[in-house]
């Protein structure tokens, strides 16, 4: 068990709507990370988090969007869903704000279907 | 910019048999290097990591070393067990011009199965 909660563990939804997805970060650590882990695009960084603030951004789309609100936690959000944003979303964890020196503890993942 | 390139899977042993899975990487800065693993089901566990050149890291008898002249870290293990059976995906996070990346750029992963 890593410590970190992914919620829900499946969805499934239609095109166009929106959906939130929420993690809960390992005790102690201010570093939240998500990725997206497709059969096409393989395992992506989209979006660092570190104590509330955005601190780095990858690759993204202007449709999702994420926050770290201030007991940690975090939620991404993906809206206009498209059938390709079928995917793993996984949230990680580090204490180090720079992700450099100790290691990212993952969540089991978002499974999300859009039908 | 940063990339991560592993051998093409997947990966078919025998028990007790020697694994090699090859990666190779681009980067900027001075990269740290690491090896992560993914059991059906489950997110991704670091199995290694290596920091600077000529580094090795060792795990649960996976080994890998930080090779700078051939930008390598290649994962072997010596006897690998059908509990080996996963994804193992090779990442990086690098420094560029004084700015800290904490970003994983992950290689493809590649599956392994071992049969008894």
């Known amino acids: 068990d890593s410590g970190v909660t992914q919620t829900p563990k499946h969805l499934i939804t239609a095109t166009g709507q929106r959906v939130t997805l929420r993690c809960s970060p390992r005790?102690?650590?201010?570093?939240v990370y998500w990725y997206q882990q497709s059969l096409d695009q393989g395992l992506q960084f989209l979006i660092q988090?570190?104590?509330?603030?955005?601190?780095a951004k990858g690759n993204i789309l202007e449709r999702f969007s994420a926050q770290q609100f201030p007991d940690l936690h975090s939620e991404l959000n993906l809206s206009s869903l498209e059938l390709g944003d079928s995917a793993l979303y996984f949230c990680?964890?580090?204490?180090?704000?720079?992700?450099?020196?100790?290691?990212?503890?993952f969540g089991n993942g978002t499974r999300l279907t859009v039908t | 910019g940063n990339s991560v390139t592993q051998m093409e899977g997947p990966v078919t042993l025998s028990e007790e048999a020697f694994l090699t899975i090859n990666c190779t990487y681009t980067?900027?800065?001075?990269?740290?290097l690491f090896w992560y693993v993914q059991y059906p089901g489950e997110g991704l566990q670091l199995l290694l990591k290596?920091?600077?050149?000529?580094d090795k890291g060792s795990n649960k008898g996976f080994e890998a070393t930080y090779r700078k002249e051939t930008t390598s870290f290649h994962l072997e293990k010596g006897s690998v067990q059908v509990s080996d059976s996963a994804v193992y995906f090779c990442?990086?996070?690098?420094?560029?011009?004084?700015?800290?990346?904490?970003?994983?750029?992950f290689g493809q992963g590649t599956i392994l199965t071992v049969h008894p």
């Open positions: 990680a964890s580090s204490e180090d704000p720079h992700g450099r020196n100790s290691p990212l503890h």
């Open positions: 005790s102690g650590d201010l570093s």
């Open positions: 988090y570190y104590n509330g603030e955005e601190r």
């Open positions: 980067a900027t800065g001075y990269p740290s």
């Open positions: 290596a920091t600077k050149a000529d």
């Open positions: 990442a990086l996070t690098a420094t560029a011009g004084g700015t800290s990346y904490g970003k994983l750029t």
